[in-house]
């Protein structure tokens, strides 16, 4: 035996076993018994254990046999590094001869790697601590990611925590901050599916714990690209955020977030993510993310057809974006126009498209709304009309733009509201039903006061609560709007979605909106958030019961700007996904799309935003249980439409998007302009359109 042993760590030492993903001693493909574990002997130093891992040869590596040596030049690189940043350090031991592709010594990897850095970062470094973090690391059995169901890599994100702050199963607050780190870590580890990969997943641990533990370096720039892909025979190329391969998958045009000059730009997919990257001679590179899948950006993409304005105010000549108005080059005519009948609020929300409440000019008379809703009949209309500001609730006369608007053709009306003064004035919500304000469009954050004191000055849930209650009493739809901020409110996309189901038929849909960098927010680096992340979340915080797979892109606008999905209530409390080709305004098929698809959106957010036709209690008075009319009436009642809209600012402008647009705002010179160019900014708050005379 013991030539044996002698014999067999010669193999593995002459194999390039830090490119291997296979057996150390053959290569040969692992077999996982899921079922039970089986007895094994160790190849080099004879162990005889229970495992559910052996080689299709019937070669088995122990744990401690797999990660021997290298552990101990870990131990050492993390005692003399001095650097604050996990990822350089990781880096640096990803580079080690000797380090497998996978194994369980990435659980004591990751660790060591954030106590080393941790300890740099506050400058007491503990060599005791470092060796503890290997210790406990090495008691995370290897397979545990299969076996276990859950990843020793995101549990070593624990270890480390628990190292740091000294936790004991009697810590009060740390258990719990721990316990959740540990969640985060396998959460991100769950999103790419697919088999294991160690240094992915350890990647992945150490970036959660580098954005979850403030004493850590953030401003490092290192990235782990990977170099081993071509030797890992369970690679998930593409999926994985660490897939070297550059891609570009086309070419367009933005601005500069400095000087607002037009510029090529390139959509660059680096594994799952998508980026725009673009260079101002003037002002430099930028790249900015503009989608991190799952899902996979091609195949998001629906190929349509263009349908631009009938009427056109404005002429070809500098180009897009600067001549707005609409002009002939734009590809899609209208759906949605936004009225601002005020600049005026009573809120002054760090995040506000529209800066409003700052340098407010007057608000439009009537005699000037009317000519807006003339242009608007001269262009093709009649649109949808949302009437929005500033906070249009301020103005005593809504039910009078209402009424014009009625007059002058237009049937669907719709109010952008942060909701204060429907809260207080249930009068008020009734005048405006009796006008004919369709639906109401509810700024809503969150189920919780936190997030509302962050992103709007203070807490407002019992306020929101009571202008819904008022709307309800007045016969009026409500649609929640929630802007998704990282870090402020990513976690209350759930809470949302079931207070919606609760309260349906009264609320007719949620339409979320990650914040874009315009306005009175600027640009935080690093922090967006893309239509595969709210899908992601919507699944995970709905637990299944939506799903990533039942939403679609819109088919009227350009697909990368938005995603929707119908739902209906069944009697059993089950949500059921109606068919794509029936739910929102039409087809999600890679057919090219009719003309008419602009139109189509407008009816259907019409007929779904708009007030519950009955409430809730009378579907068993007029039709028979299990029959076709009460499906049909339950349908009519109790669908509940889930969508959202990504909005471009500065850093991820793509033209081709905006020449797709087909919300559009109603310039006080009565020009027609996309909503992203109209309230679109520099990095120094410098508007391209809103306030400027072109």
Not at 216 to 236: A, P, T, V
Request: aromatic letters at 8%; a neutral charge; proline letters at 6%.
């Amino acid at each position: 035996m013991v030539k044996d042993v002698k014999m067999q760590k010669e193999i593995i030492c002459s194999c390039n076993t830090d490119h291997a993903s296979g057996c150390l001693v053959c290569g040969g493909e692992l077999f996982y018994n899921a079922d039970s574990a089986i007895d094994v002997k160790c190849v080099i130093c004879g162990k005889e254990e229970q495992s559910n891992t052996i080689c299709v040869n019937g070669h088995y590596i122990c744990d401690e046999c797999h990660r021997e040596k290298i552990l101990d030049v870990v131990e050492r690189v993390c005692v003399a590094t001095n650097l604050t940043d996990p990822v350089e350090i990781a880096l640096q031991i990803f580079k080690l001869p000797g380090l497998h592709m996978h194994g369980p010594e990435y659980h004591s990897i990751v660790a060591a790697v954030l106590v080393t850095a941790y300890g740099n970062s506050v400058k007491d470094k503990q060599a005791q601590a470092i060796k503890e973090a290997i210790k406990r690391g090495k008691d995370i059995k290897g397979g545990v990611c299969g076996t276990h169901g859950a990843c020793g890599a995101g549990v070593g994100v624990g270890v480390a925590y628990s190292i740091i702050h000294q936790v004991t199963p009697y810590s009060k607050e740390e258990r719990g901050a721990a316990n959740r780190l540990t969640a985060l870590a396998l959460l991100e580890i769950s999103r790419f599916g697919g088999p294991r990969c160690c240094k992915r997943d350890a990647m992945i641990s150490i970036e959660t714990a580098k954005r979850n533990i403030k004493e850590f370096d953030n401003n490092g720039r290192s990235r782990y690209i990977c170099s081993q892909f071509m030797n890992n025979q369970k690679c998930i190329q593409s999926q994985c955020p660490y897939f070297p391969e550059k891609i570009v998958l086309g070419e367009t045009e933005s601005l500069c977030p400095v000087c607002l000059s037009r510029i090529p730009a390139q959509k660059v997919k680096y594994g799952a993510k998508v980026y725009l990257e673009k260079t101002c001679p003037q002002h430099g590179d930028y790249k900015t993310i503009i989608w991190n899948g799952p899902p996979d950006y091609k195949s998001w993409e629906l190929i349509r057809q263009p349908s631009p304005s009938v009427s056109c105010i404005t002429k070809v000549d500098k180009g897009c974006p600067y001549d707005c108005g609409i002009c002939p080059g734009h590809r899609q005519n209208t759906c949605c126009v936004l009225l601002e009948i005020t600049n005026r609020c009573n809120l002054l929300c760090p995040v506000c498209f529209a800066s409003s409440q700052e340098n407010a000019a007057p608000d439009p008379s009537l005699e000037e709304i009317g000519a807006w809703y003339d242009t608007l009949m001269r262009c093709g209309g009649p649109f949808n009309i949302q009437l929005s500001g500033g906070e249009p609730s301020l103005r005593d006369d809504i039910a009078d733009i209402i009424r014009l608007g009625k007059e002058k053709g237009f049937s669907f009306f719709q109010l952008n509201t942060n909701g204060l003064r429907l809260a207080e004035e249930p009068a008020y919500v009734e005048t405006l039903q009796k006008a004919g304000l369709n639906c109401v469009f509810l700024q809503f954050d969150a189920m919780s006061d936190e997030p509302y004191f962050a992103l709007r000055g203070r807490k407002l849930l019992e306020t929101k609560l009571q202008a819904i209650e008022n709307c309800i009493d007045a016969g009026l739809g409500v649609v929640l709007v929630p802007t998704l901020v990282p870090g402020l409110n990513e976690n209350e996309i759930g809470p949302i979605i079931r207070f919606a189901i609760e309260n349906m038929p009264h609320i007719r849909g949620v339409h979320f909106q990650p914040v874009s960098y315009f306005g009175r927010y600027g640009e935080k680096k690093n922090e967006r958030i893309t239509i595969p992340d709210v899908l992601r979340a919507i699944e995970e915080q709905t637990g299944g019961q939506m799903k990533v797979e039942d939403f679609r892109p819109g088919t009227a606008e350009n697909s990368y700007c938005s995603f929707n999905a119908s739902f209906l209530l069944q009697p059993d409390g089950t949500l059921k996904v109606l068919p794509k080709t029936q739910n929102c305004c039409c087809s999600s098929s890679t057919e090219q799309k009719p003309a008419g698809d602009s139109k189509k959106a407008r009816e259907y957010v019409a007929r779904q935003w708009s007030s519950a036709p009955e409430p809730k209690w009378v579907i068993s008075r007029y039709a028979a249980p299990g029959s076709f009319d009460e499906f049909l009436e339950r349908r009519a009642l109790y669908t509940l439409a889930v969508s959202g809209m990504a909005f471009q600012d500065a850093w991820n402008l793509d033209l081709t998007r905006l020449q797709e647009c087909y919300i559009h705002v109603v310039s006080p010179d009565r020009r027609i302009i996309p909503f992203c160019a109209y309230n679109l900014t520099s990095i120094t708050g410098d508007p391209l359109y809103r306030g400027v005379n072109r």
